[in-house]
Nanobody, 116 residues
Framework: DVQLVESGGGMVQPGGSLRLACETS????????MTWVRRPPGRGPEWVSIINADESNLFYAEFAKGRFTISRDNAKNTVYLQMNSLKPEDTAVYYC?????????WGQGTQVTVSS
């Protein structure tokens, strides 16, 4: 079974940093792009970032540029999201997902709360 498990969320003050991880299993991680999406409270999902299989292409939402960095470790089947200079508006549940064939698989999400 395909599984994605996010971790690394928590509560942090504005200006702080967090590193999210998404550990995967059940598919050949090295072959697939991986995406981070977030859902702020009371709002719809927002696409955050994507990394392709060999890390040659990285893309970010405008709000993430210059503050967030996506990376992956194909030996560990894990994708990361380093988030710096966090703002209260970054508060959300963060999800990773993988599009495999015609299905999109999601993790359970990890809560990030930015508050003083």
């Amino acid at each position: 079974d395909v599984q994605l498990v996010e971790s690394g969320g928590g509560m942090v003050q504005p200006g702080g940093s967090l590193r999210l991880a998404c550990e995967t299993s059940g598919f050949d991680f090295r072959q697939y792009s991986m995406t981070w999406v977030r859902r702020p409270p009371g709002r719809g999902p927002e696409w955050v970032s994507i990394i392709n299989a060999d890390e040659s292409n990285l893309f970010y939402a405008e709000f993430a540029k210059g503050r967030f960095t996506i990376s992956r470790d194909n030996a560990k089947n894990t994708v990361y999201l380093q988030m710096n200079s966090l703002k209260p508006e970054d508060t959300a549940v963060y999800y990773c997902n993988a599009l495999i064939a015609t299905l999109t698989y999601w993790g359970q999400g990890t809560q990030v709360t930015v508050s003083s």
